[in-house]
Every structure is written in structure tokens, then in C-alpha cells.
């Protein structure tokens, strides 16, 4: 009995623990968007801008817009012919592996690290729409 006891703190004491873990988990997946701005203009920018096409297409409204169909950009033809929206999910996927997500890509830049890629997220989705 006395053995029964003393153990059950020590598992609630693993389970408060591990809720304490999937609460940090949740932090980071929603992503911080100051912290994004941050590395957009660090990795993004030398190719895309929130208003303006470039190298890359305007990124202002990029969250629920069609894939490949930001207005006066020229897509390849892997980005054009694509079905489906921007998705944070879809963004996570195409910001991890551009070519495993959409073969024929021209965007040859991937960004390794999930707290990385749910910032910009983050801040993408702040950016609003086009105008």
C-alpha cells in the first residue's frame, strides 16, 4: 500500500510534465510572426516581396490563395497547372521540401527548421491581402 502511494506522485508528476511539453509543442506551431518578419527578410527577400512580383510572386494575401495564381505572375508550369490552396499545412509542406511538394518547381529553396517555417507562416498569414 505504502509502495502504491509513493509512486502515484511520481506518475501524476510525468503526466503534468508531459502536458508541459504539449503545450510548448502548440506554442511553437502557431509561430510567432515579429520572429518571421524577421527571417523573411533574411531568407525571402532577395526573391519575393509582400506587394510586389519578383524573382518570386507577391507573398500579401498568400494564406487561402489558389496555389500558382498570384495576379501578373509568370508560374512554371508544375505552379500553374497545380490544384489546391496555400494552406498553412500546404506552406509547412512546400517551405520544407519546394520539389517533393510540387515536382517541376522553380523554387529551389527549402527551410529545414518547423519553428522557422511556423513563424513565416505566421507573418505571412499578418500580411493580409494585395493591393
Given at each position: 500500500?505504502?509502495?502504491?502511494?509513493?509512486?502515484f506522485?511520481?506518475?501524476?508528476?510525468?503526466?503534468?510534465?508531459?502536458l508541459?511539453?504539449?503545450?510548448?509543442?502548440?506554442a511553437?506551431?502557431?509561430?510567432?510572426?515579429?520572429?518571421?518578419?524577421?527571417?523573411y527578410?533574411?531568407?525571402?527577400?532577395?526573391?519575393?516581396?509582400?506587394?510586389?512580383?519578383?524573382?518570386g510572386?507577391?507573398?500579401?494575401?498568400v494564406?487561402?490563395?489558389?496555389?500558382?495564381?498570384?495576379?501578373?505572375?509568370?508560374?512554371?508550369?508544375?505552379?500553374?497547372?497545380?490544384?489546391?490552396?496555400?494552406?498553412?499545412?500546404?506552406?509547412?509542406?512546400?517551405?520544407?521540401?519546394?520539389?517533393?511538394f510540387?515536382?517541376?518547381?522553380?523554387?529551389?529553396?527549402?527551410i529545414e527548421?518547423?519553428?522557422?517555417?511556423?513563424?513565416?507562416?505566421?507573418?505571412?498569414?499578418?500580411?493580409?491581402?494585395?493591393?
Amino acid at each position: 500500500m505504502g509502495r502504491g502511494i509513493l509512486q502515484f506522485p511520481v506518475v501524476l508528476r510525468a503526466g503534468v510534465a508531459g502536458l508541459g511539453l504539449l503545450g510548448l509543442g502548440a506554442a511553437l506551431a502557431a509561430g510567432d510572426a515579429e520572429r518571421g518578419q524577421a527571417l523573411y527578410k533574411e531568407r525571402c527577400s532577395a526573391c519575393h516581396s509582400i506587394r510586389y512580383n519578383g524573382q518570386g510572386p507577391a507573398h500579401a494575401g498568400v494564406v487561402g490563395r489558389a496555389i500558382g495564381r498570384a495576379p501578373g505572375f509568370d508560374y512554371s508550369p508544375a505552379l500553374r497547372t497545380a490544384q489546391g490552396m496555400w494552406t498553412e499545412e500546404n506552406l509547412d509542406r512546400w517551405l520544407t521540401d519546394p520539389e517533393r511538394f510540387l515536382p517541376g518547381q522553380r523554387m529551389n529553396v527549402s527551410i529545414e527548421d518547423a519553428r522557422d517555417r511556423a513563424d513565416l507562416i505566421e507573418f505571412l498569414k499578418s500580411q493580409g491581402t494585395r493591393e
